[in-house]
């Protein structure tokens, strides 16, 4: 696995919004657009997103980036009561098991704070990644975004009392 002894994991820093931001555009451009049609891209990564919305959706919650030799490849954060919001890995660096160590970070603060169960709403091509990692599918469900509507999936998964 090449380069990975430099992957690093720390907590968002307010000045990791606009890189984040970024980076999730251009996930959802290359990586989601095998799922979706152009007017669900466009709508999903919308330029006209506000980078201080942006940045203000990570206060307040378990939030990391996965880093490589200083550079940004991957995000996630989660609510304090267990909803996982955003999970994007750069197109460039997806397979590498970056995604399923954020998810693993985000589970050890499930389990630090007694939250008993993680909930998502995982995309067409997230959701065989978050099956892999225990979620079940509660519910399809059809969500309007920018007045456009995207199938996506209600999935959980249970937290274990303490780490395995």
């Known amino acids: 696995m090449g380069g990975a002894a430099s992957l ?7 000045q990791d919004a606009e890189t984040s931001l970024a980076l999730f555009r251009d996930c959802v451009h290359r990586v989601n657009s095998r ?4 007017d ?13 919305t942006w940045r203000a959706r990570f ?26 919001d955003r999970l994007f890995v750069s197109a460039d660096h ?8 954020l998810v693993r970070r ?5 389990i630090d704070h007694s939250i008993e169960e993680i909930t998502t709403d995982a995309s067409i091509t997230a959701k065989p ?21 995207i199938t996506n999936y209600r999935m959980l998964r249970a937290v274990p009392a303490e780490a395995s």
């Open 59 to 84: 206060e307040n919650r378990f939030a990391y980036v996965a880093t490589e030799d200083g550079c940004i490849v991957g995000f996630t954060d989660m609510t304090r009561e267990g909803h996982l």
């Open 35 to 38: 799922d979706y049609m152009p």
């Open 40 to 52: 669900q891209i466009a709508a999903w990564a919308s330029r006209t997103i506000d980078l201080e």
């Open 129 to 149: 990644f978050f099956e892999r990692m225990g979620f079940s599918v509660v519910r399809e469900q059809s969500v309007e975004c920018r007045g456009v509507w």
């Open 94 to 101: 997806q397979g590498r098991g970056i995604a399923g160590g």
């Open 8 to 14: 690093q994991l720390r907590p968002f820093r307010p």
């Open 106 to 110: 985000l589970l050890k603060d499930a």
